[in-house]
Structure formats: structure tokens, C-alpha cells
């Protein structure tokens, strides 16, 4: 476990930014991915339509926050053959519910088998396998009484590792400007004198052209946007029986005075044309946040920022500059998302992205980070004001745990995004009214604290409900 965030990746803005359904990248993302591998393995081996049954084991935190986070839902759909860019929403629940009653699994949309959910998924939660507390094991049986099994690692942000396999290893590539840290991104845009965005737009070139790297971005800004606008305008009650409020529409309708508005863009023009003051811009930041992590919790569709369980924390800073500060072009969208990511990738070389391993953490101190780093390069702040914004929101989210009541994403999480956001807000304004030159802490260090903090929290504050809020809150586990 020390070894994983000292390896050497390469990381693209489209690893740390993917668009997926919610509420968790590394408990419904993840193993959603992971089951469409092993799938696809099955048809690589031409074993797919000799499967006669098939056992899904979760282990660790994917055991014992599972149901709260859809972790069953994410594989059967996975094994189903869907997709969670393109599946539709709002048959999330139908479908598993179909499966569940009919007791029929359709491997891959092609190949039939009988599926008892209450005995062909099992959670394992007084186990953990040793590489990483998010593991999920695919036994494939098979017509000749053999069986095929393979194991997954969710390690945080939609990344999955094969047991046996490296990360990152399929398609190196040769990087202009390779970064590990915070140290090599500094020393690359100090010689060439590029800003973060153009050093890292110049790197995606080695995987795509250009042209392609901007449209992706204004993609996942496409998401982005979607999902905050339907989150202020879905009202109702979040699933899971803890019975938690949405509270974004009501605040958006709120400050709208219940004026409706048809599309995203006269909508934004009507909140900016309400002013500026710093109690109407708080509330909208929460409310941009609020609306992301409503829709996350709610199986919506939703960007991993670089978590689905910190979606709403950049989406909420990019839209408070796009709101508050004029930022609504594509080339500052498509630049504050590679500053982001670029931030983002240094924590998952040298920490981690998965609350399971760090506590939250590494969700909301990320991702504060991230939008800290962004907003202030965006606001014309120098490359070390930059890494010095990141270095400040990541310093006080050190030692957050991860404590989800019920094994849900939304006490606290959803909360937290709120704060992460005026956290990134406040680092960047500090940021830019400092000295980089003389500051007392690097990135870099930060990092490195993050990952030593991580390796010393107590299992029970790691997104296993056994620790923190998660046990002291009587509201009661929801049901299967």
C-alpha cells in the first residue's frame, strides 16, 4: 500500500475528469468500470456464452458501504453490458429492479444466465484484501464446471487496477513536459514560461490533437452545466431513507424570488444581473454545490471532480467565475479544467484521490485544491500563486475523515462540497494578494503530509461507516 501513490503515471485531464453516474467514482464508477472489464475480458477469451452463473464478491469498504453508495447497482449494470457516460438516468432503478425480480442477468446485453441477487452478491465486510480497501472479485462459472475469476481495485476517482496488472501502463506516451510533482510542473513553466493550462494542453497533444482536448473539456463542461442547472430546479426528497431534503431548488427559487427560467443561460444572466454582494455570491456558491451533490446522491449524472463524492466543488467555483467574474468563454472554461486537472494528478501521484485510503480528505481537500489552483490562474495569478492557492485549501482540509451516515454520499458530503468551494475561493484570494516567494509551505509538502496523515488515520474515519458521525447520528441504517 505505501508503493501505489509513489509510481510514475501519466495522467490525462480526461483520467482526473470523467463523466459518470453517481453517487460514488470509487464505489459505483469504479466497480462499474471494473465489471465492464471483466466482462469484456470474457469476450476476449471467447468464455462469454459458455457462462452459466456468475458471483460477485465485495470486499472492505465496497462491503460496507456498498448499498448506501450503489456499488450493487453499478456492477449488475456493468456486467449488463450498459455504460455509465451514456445509460440513461432514470432507468437506473428500473433496470436492477427488472433483474432483481426476474432473477436474470444479461452478461454483456448478449448472453443470458439465471442471477440471484441475495446469493450471487455477496458482501464480504469483515474482509480487506491487502492492495487497497476498495476490492471487488468476478467469478465466472462455467458450463464445463470450471470457473474464471478475476479481482479489481476502485483506488479512488474512477481509476481501476486489475490485481497482477500496473496502472497507467497500456498507453505511455512521450510527454513534452512529464510532471510528478508540484517541483517538475513549477520548473517546466519557469523555463518556458507557459502557464499551467498551456503546459498542460501542450502534454495532452501527445495523446490527442488539440482541437480533440477542447472539445472533450467543453464536454465535461457540458455535464457540468446540466447538472447544476437540474439540480436548483429538481425539488423532492434524496433516496436512500435518511430522508434528506434537496435544498438547492428551494435556495435557487429562493433567490430567484420564484422567477422560472427556461435554459441555463438566461438563468445565469439573471443571476448575475442580481448583483455582486458577498452574502447573494455565498449563497450561490452553496447553491451551485448543493445542486451538483443533490444530483450525485440522486444516481444523476455528474463530472468525478476528480470524486463523484467532491463532484460539486469545482462545478461550483468554475460557475461562481463564470457567474461573478465573466468567465463564460470556452477558452477559460477549457483552461480552468486543465489547471485543475493538472493540480489534481500531482495528489494522486503523491497521496491519493480515494476516501477509502485518506478520509475525505482526499475527496473535498483534493478538489478544493484543484478549484483553488484553477479559479486563481484564471483571476491572473502567477504559476507559483497558483501552486501556492492549491497548497493553502489542501492545508486545511488536512486530516478530514470520511464518515458517511448510513454509507451514504450526503451526511456530510454534501455539505462539505459547500465548504470546499468557499475554501478554494478564500485560497485563491489569499493566494493572490501574497508572495508566493516568500511562503513557508510548498505543495509539494502538503502532499507529502497528506499521504502521512492518510497512513495514520484510523480505519474506522476511511468511508467504512464505523467511525465519526456514521455511528454517532441515531437516524438508522436504510434499507436494502
Known sequence: ?????????????????????????????????????????????DLLKRTEAVKI??????????????????????????????????????????????QRLVLAGSHEIPFRYSQDV????????????????????????????????????????????GEGTEREVDLPF????????????M????????????????????????????????????????GCHTAGSLPGGLQVERRAHKLNKRLM??????????????????????????????????????????????VTAPTNGAAGVIPAVLQYFITFHDGLSDDQIIRFIATASEIGSIFKKGATLSAAMGGCQAEIGVSSAMAAGALTERLGGSQRQVLMAAEIAMEHHLGLTCDPIGGLVQIPCIERNTMGAIKAITAAQLALQSNPDKAKVSLDAVVRTMWETAQDMNVKYKETADGGLAVNIPLGLPEC
Open 1 to 45: 500500500m505505501n508503493g501505489i501513490p509513489m509510481k510514475k503515471e501519466q495522467i490525462s485531464v480526461f483520467d482526473m475528469f470523467k463523466i459518470g453516474i453517481g453517487p460514488s467514482s470509487s464505489h459505483t464508477l469504479g466497480p462499474w468500470r471494473a465489471a465492464q472489464q471483466f466482462t469484456h475480458q470474457l469476450i476476449e477469451k
Open 57 to 102: 464478491l465485495l470486499y472492505g469498504s465496497l462491503a460496507k458501504t456498498g448499498i448506501g453508495h450503489g456499488t450493487d447497482v453499478a456492477v449488475l449494470l456493468g456486467l449488463s453490458g450498459d455504460d455509465p457516460v451514456t445509460f440513461a438516468v432514470d432507468e437506473v432503478a428500473p433496470k436492477v429492479t427488472r433483474i432483481k425480480q426476474q
Open 122 to 165: 455477496l458482501f464480504l465486510s469483515g474482509e480487506s484484501l491487502p492492495f487497497h480497501p476498495n476490492a471487488v472479485t468476478f467469478q465466472a462459472l462455467l458450463i464445463d464446471g470450471t470457473a474464471v475469476s478475476e479481482t479489481y481495485y476502485s483506488i479512488g476517482g474512477g481509476f481501476v487496477v486489475q490485481e497482477g496488472e
Open 178 to 189: 512529464p510532471v510528478q510533482n508540484a517541483h517538475d510542473l513549477l520548473a517546466w513553466c
Open 191 to 230: 523555463r518556458t514560461g507557459l502557464k499551467i493550462s498551456e503546459l498542460v494542453l501542450e502534454n495532452e497533444q501527445a495523446w490527442r490533437p488539440e482541437e480533440d482536448t477542447r472539445q472533450g473539456i467543453l464536454r465535461l463542461f457540458g455535464t457540468i452545466r446540466d447538472c447544476i442547472y437540474r
Open 257 to 302: 424570488s420564484g422567477r422560472p427560467y427556461a435554459d441555463y443561460e438566461s438563468w445565469i444572466g439573471a443571476i448575475r444581473a442580481g448583483g455582486n454582494g458577498f452574502q447573494y455570491t455565498l449563497d450561490w456558491v452553496s447553491c451551485f454545490a448543493l445542486a451538483v451533490n443533490e444530483e450525485n446522491a440522486s444516481f444523476g449524472r455528474v
